[in-house]
């Protein structure tokens, strides 16, 4: 089986459909790692995709927020105001489903799925020390994360903590064999929002038959992305930071 896994699209519909014409024919079932929207202008055509393509979806602190879970009092002016114009954006049948995504982790056919680390789904795992409280929370060897928008992850390789570099400017793919004896934290990065220095969109395919994850990077219309954003009255920063990928 062949899985396509994408996270924190973030309501941006141009890199969504870049990510799924590039994978097109190369994966069979489709795993989302969270936050659907927040930040975007394309909230309900990206969860339509979503809710009717993508059997295995964890929900991210975006998607809680953009839809009256949560408290905004912790999220930044600029994530506050996208999280309520999402709020009224959003269809009932889209609200309904983002409200009723499960917390990560999901365990599915040997792998974990959660949004932030595999036992709270708010943390960031960035380095390799928060990474390395991580792996003793794994049930398989195998997991997949979002929400640091950074592409690559980690690798417990007997007690040593490994990080894995996000694919190289100059480059488009990169491959990652998969050792049996290692355990894998894989952040697939950002497809809607990157903020690791590439502002191409990000994505990986699990081949679980290959034994392999392969991390992508694809350009996007980004000035389409952004003109939409200008003409929804989202928070100019919003458009900015998709240019450089921060
Ligand atoms: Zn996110």
New binding site residues.
Partial sequence: MRYLIVS?L?ANLEALEAVLEAASGHYDRSVCCG?LV?YGADPNPVCDWVRTQCPIVVR?N?DRASTGMDDLEWFNPVARKAALWTLEELTQQNADYIRALPRGPLSVDGFQVAHGSLHDEDEYVIAAGEAGDAFTYMETRLAFF??T?VQGGFIWNQSRVETILRVSAKSTDSLLAIDSECGYLINPG?TG?PRDGDPRAAYAIYDSEAKEVTYYRVAYDIPAAQAKIHARGLPQILADRLSVGR
């Fill in positions: 924190d973030h936050d927040g991210g975006h979002g929400h928008h950002s929002q």
